[in-house]
């Protein structure tokens, strides 16, 4: 199959028609001619597993990063960013219905504060694209930075010296299995993260990450291909901070906090921006990131979230930054009364809201609506349910995550 490909598709592959068959090409630019050989079905779409560029685009430009083209990370660094984020602003106007202005990432190299790195017996990396079970070799990250480098070269340093056995995810065989870094982008603080399946590490670990703020080894102690595990020994200081204009945050091995810290300021201070009265509700309040910045501002605050862990990271960060937010164990289904709340803050997962909180605000209705999203296809579908009572007063999208087809959009509903 041959021929010349159309646009993205949602995902960020592209687009090549022939007759009804459409055909998705990873690492492609909307003008490239390319020749497909091979491709598997996945979720009803055909997806490009074999081709060839023959003829490249005149928008493409050379990646920055080696691994561009194998690693699963990155979809679109051979477009220049004023494409991605054209590519960016129209998936959100097309789900939304409107013109959205993207607001572009004041770093798109080094701007990741987090990067969970594979450690397996097919490479220390990050997955091969379109695979579960092999893994790139990389020496560095450029989209985390130059602290990827002098944390993977202690690790391999630690594996020569002391051979532990690496992970095998097809036999579930191995002890090293993954290592997480993050890094405070405004605080300098390091976290690195061994995660192992059960065992004996090493005493030695520790000395060969001198430079780590913060040292951990969790154990996952299931089959699940996850980065995470529980908490077995920690060297240094328990968290590591990062901060958002003049909040501070704490940051544990297993809190989500948002992946792109330069990015996060103008999306906390979009939210901040458009919430309005005393009283705010933050529901899927997370670790605090938009209550307790909101309560610096003066709000009052009351957090709601499913997470145990998380709410006792967020009261510590209220709590450290000396505000006026509560943060309580809650499901999304299960709020009470939200018109006693001047704004109601929504940020959930890619999933949307749960239809009996939609049910909830269209009945109880709260004047101001801010919904965060990072999917814009269900922020969407709940809209076109919430404009029985709301309208849309703005809508702005923030460029999270450059060089990935990936979108935040925070909207901003008023009642009508």
């Not at 005149?58 to 984020?85: A, T, W």
């Not at 993977?152 to 630690?158: G, I, M, T, V």
């Not at 605050?301 to 709590?319: L, Q, R, W």
């Amino acid at each position: 199959m041959k021929g010349v490909i159309e646009r993205l598709s949602d995902d960020g592959l592209g687009v090549l028609r022939e007759g009804k068959r459409e055909v998705l090409v990873p690492y492609t630019a909307p003008g490239d001619t390319v020749k497909v050989r091979k491709w598997r079905r996945k979720k009803r779409k055909l997806i490009a597993t074999d081709f060839e560029v023959i003829s490249p685009s005149d928008i493409r430009v050379e990646p920055k990063c080696p691994y561009f083209g194998v690693c699963g990370g990155c979809l679109l660094q051979h477009l220049p960013y004023e494409e991605q984020l054209r590519f960016k602003a129209s998936k959100l106007s097309k789900y939304l219905g409107i013109d959205v202005e993207v607001i572009p990432s004041p770093k798109i190299y080094g701007h990741r504060n987090r990067i969970d790195v594979v450690i397996s017996t097919t490479g220390i990396g990050f997955r091969r694209y379109g695979t579960w079970w092999d893994a790139v070799d990389i020496e560095e990250c450029p989209v985390f930075g130059k602290t990827s480098g002098k944390v993977l070269r202690a690790l391999r340093e630690f594996i020569e010296d002391e051979k532990p056995s690496l992970y095998d995810i097809r036999r579930n065989k191995g002890f090293l299995r993954y290592i997480v870094i993050r890094e405070g982008k405004f605080s300098g603080e390091v976290m690195v993260n061994l995660v192992t399946k059960e065992g004996t590490l090493p005493e030695s670990f520790p000395k060969y990450f001198p430079f780590a703020t913060s040292l951990y080894w969790s154990v996952n102690r299931s089959e699940s291909d996850v980065s995470y595990g529980d908490v077995e020994r920690f060297w240094g200081e328990p968290f590591i901070r990062e901060r958002l204009d003049d909040v501070t945050y704490l940051i544990h091995p297993n809190s989500f906090f948002q992946t792109n810290s330069y990015q996060a300021v103008n999306l906390v201070r979009k939210v901040a921006e458009l919430a309005d009265g005393e009283k705010i509700l933050d529901l899927y309040s997370g670790v605090g990131t938009f209550g307790v910045y909101l309560a610096k501002r003066g709000f009052s605050v009351e957090g709601i979230e499913i997470n145990p862990f998380a709410v006792e990271m967020a009261n510590k960060n209220a709590e450290l930054n000396g505000v006026n937010a509560e943060f309580h164990v809650g499901s999304d289904r299960d709020v009470e009364d939200l018109s006693k709340y001047d704004t109601v803050i929504v940020d959930p997962p890619r999933a949307g809201l749960h239809p009996k909180l939609v049910r909830k605000i269209l009945k109880d209705g709260p004047e101001r609506v801010i919904y965060v999203s990072c999917n814009p296809k269900t922020l969407s579908e709940n809209l076109s349910t919430l404009k029985e009572r709301y309208r849309v007063e703005s809508a702005t999208g923030l460029d999270m995550f450059p060089h990935t087809p990936h979108i935040e959009a925070v909207t901003e509903l008023r009642k009508v």
